[in-house]
């Protein structure tokens, strides 16, 4: 069987900000560099291992980690579209899609 694998994507704002599956974390009184750097040092730990980043301004960027897939890492998602149900449209009224 091939290796499975887990996503993660944190948007990082080196101004002071760190947005991550719903979670929010704040700079304290702390470098920027070094608020960063604990971050992703506390992902590393996890074994998560940054493979992009996606520039977006000159501050901000998303960060995209992998790791092997672990118990759990997809209990939380939903099936991908192509394995969801598709609703068989009634007669007579309109067929709505939602992606």
């Known amino acids: 069987m091939p290796q499975q694998w887990a996503y993660?994507?944190?948007?990082?704002?080196?101004?002071g900000r760190i947005s991550c599956e719903g979670l929010e974390t704040l700079i304290g009184n702390e470098r920027r560099s070094a608020f960063v750097r604990r971050y992703l040092s506390s992902?590393?730990?996890?074994?998560?291992?940054?493979?992009?980043?996606?520039?977006?301004?000159?501050?901000?960027?998303?960060y995209v980690f992998k790791r092997p897939a672990q118990e759990g890492?997809?209990?939380?998602?939903?099936?991908p579209a192509a394995?969801?149900?598709?609703?068989?449209?009634?007669?007579?009224s309109p067929t709505i899609e939602t992606a």
């Open 8 to 15: 993660k994507v944190a948007y990082i704002d080196t101004r």
């Open 43 to 62: 992902l590393g730990r996890e074994g998560w291992e940054l493979v992009g980043i996606q520039p977006l301004t000159s501050t901000s960027a998303y």
């Open 73 to 79: 890492d997809y209990s939380s998602e939903s099936a």
């Open 83 to 92: 394995e969801q149900p598709r609703a068989e449209p009634s007669s007579g």
